[in-house]
């Protein structure tokens, strides 16, 4: 059962990494704006938190095969409304359908990893996501580049490989027990404890800076490598994604067993760095500097996102944990989607260029922030 869940988590979340480097053919042939691109990511973020925090759960009392079968039935459609999607209405309604799919079946397969490995678990969770949108985008870059008929072919590999999941999904055992309480498990529970209240507001600008840098990554990064800088084939946006998401997995799997503080300290050092050597790519065009920078700033995210779970989760006792963690997911796929959306308005206005550097710019103080609480914090 840890493999297949571990194998249908990254599918799940690959697929919503899928798309990236097609938006900039959905922007030629679909004449999208910047503004309606971060529009369509920002629905699949919003949809993402919506299911996330109902149904996400759900496996806890009715089980985890059946959520789990749910999720990779709604994987399939949105796969299907991808592939037949002509104007920006239909990706924005695939999207939203992905964003149910992604918030329902992460937790549940996670939690399915966690019953069947205790001891690998925590680690498979923490890369899960990270290998998946890698996967996904570089993927999906490759089929762009070199296969015929892309806005196709993409989702059709998807669809298969999420029909098998399907398939195989029968013979894997069920690892819970089901009992009742499904009906109330669906009310969002967000609470902040009083003890944790002062370790949430010091990562804040860390979750804020690291997930607002992945929602601009994964929705108007490869836009700005075809634009600014010149480099019109498509699987490069891909690439620059799946660097950030590898160096992020990576991260997490080499820096695990460090302290949280230390954690934070690199993660928002790294952050800052990657940011400031990726906006000097940009201005220089240089497709060197951009994936070095890219891939310095993937250990800040994953360093970041290890340290501020580290930092959180300690502070709240086991009841309380849901909550606290509802709360941070609101605040991160927020995050996700808000600033990405207020760039993609901006552009019209400012330029591509001027929005990376201010998005960046403001990435980078973010970060500076949360180095200083945290250095404060173990004063």
Not at 27 to 39: F, G, K, N, R
Not at 177 to 201: C, D, I, T, Y
Not at 256 to 278: C, D, E, Q
């Given at each position: 059962?840890?493999?297949?869940?571990?194998?249908a988590a990254g599918t799940v979340v690959g697929s919503s990494s899928a798309a990236t480097p097609l938006y900039r053919l959905y922007q030629e042939s679909?004449?999208?704006?910047?503004?309606?691109?971060?529009?369509?990511?920002?629905?699949?973020?919003?949809?993402?938190?919506?299911?996330?925090?109902?149904?996400?759960?759900?496996?806890?009392?009715?089980?985890?095969?059946?959520?789990?079968?749910?999720?990779?039935?709604?994987?399939?459609?949105?796969?299907?409304?991808?592939?037949?999607?002509?104007?920006?209405?239909?990706?924005?309604?695939?999207?939203?359908?992905?964003?149910?799919?992604?918030?329902?079946?992460?937790?549940?397969?996670?939690?399915?990893?966690?019953?069947?490995?205790?001891?690998?678990?925590?680690?498979?969770?923490?890369?899960?996501?990270?290998?998946?949108?890698?996967?996904?985008?570089?993927?999906?870059?490759?089929?762009?580049?070199?296969?015929?008929?892309?806005?196709?072919?993409?989702?059709?590999?998807?669809?298969?490989?999420?029909?098998?999941?399907?398939?195989?999904?029968?013979?894997?055992?069920?690892?819970?027990?089901?009992?009742?309480?499904?009906?109330?498990?669906?009310?969002?529970?967000?609470?902040?404890?009083?003890?944790?209240?002062?370790?949430?507001?010091?990562?804040?600008?860390?979750?804020?800076?690291?997930?607002?840098?992945?929602?601009?990554?994964?929705?108007?990064?490869?836009?700005?490598?075809?634009?600014?800088?010149?480099?019109?084939?498509?699987?490069?946006?891909?690439?620059?994604?799946?660097?950030?998401?590898?160096?992020?997995?990576?991260?997490?799997?080499?820096?695990?067993h460090l302290p949280a503080r230390r954690l934070l300290l690199i993660g928002t050092v790294t952050l800052s760095i990657g940011v400031a050597v990726t906006?000097?790519?940009?201005?220089?065009?240089?497709?060197?500097?951009?994936?070095?920078?890219?891939?310095?700033?993937?250990?800040?995210?994953?360093?970041?996102?290890?340290?501020?779970?580290?930092?959180?989760?300690?502070?709240?006792?086991?009841?309380?944990?849901?909550?606290?963690?509802?709360?941070?997911?609101?605040?991160?796929?927020?995050?996700?989607?808000?600033?990405?959306?207020a760039a993609g308005v901006s552009v019209p206005f400012v330029g591509l260029a001027v929005v990376a550097y201010v998005y960046g710019a403001v990435v980078?103080?973010?970060?500076?922030?949360?180095?200083?609480?945290?250095?404060?914090?173990?004063?």
């Amino acid at each position: 059962m840890t493999a297949y869940s571990f194998v249908a988590a990254g599918t799940v979340v690959g697929s919503s990494s899928a798309a990236t480097p097609l938006y900039r053919l959905y922007q030629e042939s679909m004449h999208l704006t910047p503004l309606m691109i971060t529009l369509v990511f920002a629905v699949y973020a919003i949809s993402l938190l919506a299911a996330l925090l109902t149904v996400g759960g759900l496996s806890d009392y009715v089980g985890r095969r059946p959520v789990i079968l749910g999720g990779l039935i709604v994987n399939a459609v949105a796969m299907m409304l991808f592939s037949y999607a002509t104007d920006v209405g239909d990706l924005i309604l695939a999207r939203a359908v992905q964003g149910l799919c992604v918030g329902a079946s992460t937790t549940t397969l996670g939690a399915a990893i966690l019953d069947s490995d205790r001891i690998r678990g925590p680690l498979l969770n923490s890369v899960s996501a990270f290998i998946g949108l890698m996967v996904g985008a570089l993927g999906a870059g490759l089929l762009v580049t070199f296969a015929p008929d892309p806005f196709h072919l993409v989702y059709e590999v998807l669809f298969a490989i999420t029909a098998v999941l399907i398939v195989l999904l029968w013979f894997m055992p069920e690892t819970v027990s089901r009992k009742s309480g499904a009906l109330a498990s669906l009310r969002p529970n967000m609470r902040v404890p009083a003890q944790s209240r002062a370790a949430l507001l010091m990562v804040a600008p860390a979750t804020i800076a690291s997930w607002a840098l992945g929602g601009f990554y994964l929705s108007l990064m490869p836009t700005i490598v075809a634009v600014t800088m010149g480099v019109s084939a498509p699987w490069v946006g891909g690439v620059v994604v799946a660097v950030l998401m590898l160096s992020g997995a990576l991260s997490v799997g080499a820096l695990r067993h460090l302290p949280a503080r230390r954690l934070l300290l690199i993660g928002t050092v790294t952050l800052s760095i990657g940011v400031a050597v990726t906006l000097l790519g940009i201005q220089q065009h240089s497709t060197m500097a951009l994936f070095l920078g890219t891939a310095i700033s993937g250990i800040g995210f994953g360093s970041s996102f290890a340290g501020v779970l580290s930092t959180l989760l300690p502070t709240a006792e086991a009841h309380q944990r849901a909550g606290l963690l509802a709360t941070f997911y609101v605040i991160s796929y927020l995050a996700f989607s808000l600033p990405a959306l207020a760039a993609g308005v901006s552009v019209p206005f400012v330029g591509l260029a001027v929005v990376a550097y201010v998005y960046g710019a403001v990435v980078i103080v973010l970060a500076i922030v949360s180095l200083i609480a945290s250095l404060r914090s173990s004063e």
